[in-house]
């Protein structure tokens, strides 16, 4: 990024209107992944200069133990219904999840799913560290999931969304193909970095589970409504969008929400099959069939 | 600019936990329970009956509830007054109406301010768990130990006091503890609290009390108050959650739906009528188990 500058200089304007439409594979129109994040938060974390990380002294008992419930057991509450209705998940993981909770990681894999980097730890920030400090974090992510999955990671949702203005130059560096952090559009875009071939990965803050019961307050049907909206919208409108739907298996998984969730999962399910227009897919995929398409083109 | 290199270290990143009040455990891996008669759903509620002094304290915390305008807020302490006059009695009546038993999580002050309340909930056979001292008791890490004990044993002493029988549960307030209450728990005796929200069936933690997860996102706080939504809406929500506990129980074994009360939100006479309709859909259920926390706790022991 132009550090210092007023415009960060990620990518170039470019318009919604008049963007040719493209299909993806199989004829769809928009491509669907969930993303869960997987994630570990430490009970007694130490202090980043730049961020808290609990509102409490530690512990703060209703926050993490609240998280907790992911690792204990809304994760599977969660994975059952995507994978009953044919929806893979691609991971936002707290790599340090491989040595706390090796199953967690191991029962995702096992589904089919793909791994990207969400720091070591959500309690702990990338704010204020140095170049090699970030390096590091980027080299152990990708270490930790290699020796966990077998998979080599290729996005990055950064770790409680903190950034240093190098992030997106050294994931690009290190052949990171995707962030998750942009969310200037909903389609993917090039970023601009210095090495390397980095696109912007339509994630969403706004649909976002966290968003949609704690920002905006809303019922669990009024959110399922809400998925089911966006997709339809999006599944409306020129071709080549995509939809990402965002987890934390602590708040979908709760009991009074995953039968209203399940109702969206039918829903687009319903829609995907021979003529349908949705891609349930994962986010590599995504990569793979835009960069596929916008090569030719160019 | 950078980080204290010790923020890169990991020394807790290892197999399990990273503290050692209690040990990892999936849900779905352990044995099953068995409620009474074959029922799937304990249905637990647990009402918090609570006095906010209107001098509040924000050391170490300022309670949830407590007073927000400049002194003296009438509206806020008489508002809460309100819960334990009428909207309290309200509940004792569609409970007895229901034929339902509850847990009722008391500050000590209740007690000694209105002992006739506690002999209200003892008599209909209602559990009293013990809750702190009054709203300015609150706990955290940040108390000092000796301090903390006191708070304990004192608030359980005087509910204990009046009740005639000493509580077997306890519930901090908002929840939070620190890192010495689970001990001091056991200390003053108690066998269960009500604190932590990671699981939906309770789990012991290494010193042997048990912890009965009261879930924070199914209370009418946090349902009606915090997020701002409807009475009507509260009650779906709750028999949504039934439902999907119900279904979960025939492959997995007993479910959990705790539903943590607050007399001055659903205890108003526009939310009433909503709270009473849910009460007999959730008796009208085949697999619905009323519960209180020792019941639930004396299941719990003689299955493990």
Redesign the interface.
Known sequence: MNEGEKDPGLYDFAPYRGRKPFVWPGDKKVAVWISPNLEFY???P?A??HRKSWA???????RQ?????A???SH??MAEVMSKHGFPGSVSLSV?LC?????VVEDANQRGWEFFSHG??NT?YSY???E??ER??IEDSIKTVRDATGQTIRGWLAPALTHTPRTLDLIAEYGLDYTCDLYHDDQPQRVKTKTGDLISMPYSLEVNDHYG?FVY?????EYADTLIRQYERLAAEPSGTVMCIPLHSYLIG???R???FEDVLKHIAADAGHGGRAWITRSGDIADAWRAIHTKEA | ????P???E?P????????GLFP?????ERKPLAWPEGKSVATWMVVSLEWFPITPESS??KAPGHMQTAYPDYRHYTAREYGTRVGFYRLLDAFAKADVKVSVAANAAIAQRYPSVIRDIVDAGHEIIAHSSDMNGTI???LPVEEERKLITESIAILSDVAGVKPRGWH?I??????ATMDLLKEAGIEYCC??????LPYAFNNGVVNIPL????SDRQ?IN????SAD?YA???L??????SA?AKVHGG?M?PMHLTPYIIGLPYRMDAFETLLGDLKAREGTWFARGCDILDQFRSQM
Not at chain 1, 56 to 62: G, L, N, Q, S, T
Not at chain 1, 65 to 69: A, G, L, P, V
Not at chain 2, 195 to 200: F, L
């Open positions: 430490e009970i007694d130490p980043n200069p409490m002294p530690h512990p703060d008992v209703v133990s609240h998280r907790d419930h690792n204990r057991v599977w509450r340090a040595q706390h909770h090796p199953n070591i730890y702990r204020g560290m140095d090699a400090q590091a974090i019961f307050n809303m019922s669990p049907r709760q009991p009074h995953i039968g209203p | 600019m950078s980080l204290d010790e923020y890169l990991y807790k990143r290892g197999l399990g936990y990273d503290h990892y455990s999936v849900m779905e170490p915390f955290a890490s940040t901090s908002a929840r939070q503890q620190s890192f604190d932590w929200v990671n699981d939906e879930n924070h996102e199914l349902i915090v997020q701002q939504q809406s779906q929500q709750m949504d959650a039934h439902d999907w506990l979960e479910r739906l």
